[in-house]
């Protein structure tokens, strides 16, 4: 068996933990710079709130609704996902994590009695642990797990938790199960199957495997053998290292100098090296890229990107930065007013390859010098140490509503007074 644990509408119910007051009250959480709804609570959604909704958009409907507003607070929803995690490890120490808001369990060889009663205390504990509702969903394989999970949402009645198993009640819901809302299904897949007069996951799992085969390839008939109870979707409870890293942000204004969109640049470079290191790897090849707002349709408009290849595969902060700080100035235009810009790392190496004309002496300094870096950056908080180039390191976005970090800075911690 395996479990699945989802968050229900979890930015907005972060926000609602160290907020009591708010709870029945409409929630919405917006996008970096504010720019769309990204979360949205189930008093939001029957508002007729939908995701992506431009904020400007929206203001005449929270204003007649008094809905609550917030911009994104990563630093506590990134947090409060590894309590919930941790929660999770107590009921079985294999846990794979899929999103911030989501993570798989594996619970084979867990001899247990009543697996329904197990997803409702795993959803219970949750909710003890951390405040926040939690679906959890329980079945034979992965994706029959996630529609157990999304049956949670559906029926309060199931409260929290819910076994899918039995053949009768797996055909039951399959039948009344949107075959796009199955994970595994996108959409290029979902119109194949519309086309084919296929509209409910039973339908798909009463298709011919050779047509399975045919049309939607090894990741489509994975999804089929799984929804008839066949377990396909390995469980991977260590992450793999990513094979590309990003770092890319709209600027909270239009940027028109280059000093600014050097610092902006060289600021998701030290970023980006942050990632890189976390995983212990090292990258040979980097694209600096930006592109001005294409909504100002009066304004030039342009993009682009530079390519940078490093002599050998490199994770050192000085020699990013460096680099992409030079690839910022030749991209920049003098009379472009620039949104949006990032850093993509590719030809991601786990190990760094001995170069028989590295300078080995220079390599162990520069080392010596990143890892003081991320040492002070974890222990003083992110930012603490920087490179003149990147100006104050803190990109700046528009977050008029952000809450407190309550978790993960002092000065954030909420204050009781007791009389």
Known sequence: MYALADCNNFFASCERVFRP???????????????????????????????????????????????????????LYGDMSRRVQEVLR????????????????DLRGINCADFDALAKEISRACWRNTS?????????????????????????????????????DIEKVLRKFPVQDVWG?????????????????????????????????????????????IPCVEFEDLIEPKQSICVSRSFSHDVQEIDEFTEQITTFAGKAVDKLRQQHSFASEMIVFAITNRF????????????????????????????????????????????????????????????????????????????AIDAINKSMGPGSVLFGIQGDGHFHMTQEHKSPHYTTLWSDLPKVSVK
């Open 132 to 168: 926040l509702p939690v679906s959890v969903g329980i079945a034979p394989t992965k994706t029959l797990a996630k529609i157990a999970s999304k049956l949670c949402k559906q029926y309060p009645k199931l409260r929290g938790g819910c076994f899918l198993y039995r053949p009768q």
């Open 296 to 371: 100002k349709e009066y304004l030039p408009q342009t993009s682009g990107g530079n390519y940078v290849t490093f002599p050998e595969a490199t994770n050192d902060y000085r020699k990013v930065i460096v680099a992409a700080a030079d690839a910022a100035r030749i991209l920049f235009k003098p009379g472009f007013a620039y949104k949006k810009g990032g850093i993509i790392f590719t030809k991601i190496q786990q190990e760094d390859a001995p170069s028989l004309f590295a300078d080995h002496a220079a390599d162990e300094k520069a080392e010596r010098l990143s890892s």
């Open 185 to 229: 299904i996108g959409r290029r897949s979902f119109k194949k199957l519309a086309d084919m007069g296929v509209s409910s996951a039973w339908d798909y799992t009463q298709l011919p495997e050779t047509t399975v085969r045919k049309l939607f390839h090894l990741p489509g008939f994975r999804t089929w053998k799984e929804l008839r109870c």
């Open 21 to 75: 007051e708010l709870n029945g009250r409409p929630v919405i959480v917006l996008s970096n710079n504010d720019g769309c709804a990204v979360a949205r609570s189930n008093e939001a959604k029957a508002l007729g709130v939908k995701m992506g909704d431009p904020y400007f958009k929206l203001k005449p409907l929270i204003q007649a609704n008094d809905i609550a507003v917030f911009s994104s607070n990563f630093a």
């Open 90 to 105: 107590t009921f079985s120490p294999a846990v794979e994590p899929y999103s911030i808001d989501e993570a798989f369990l």
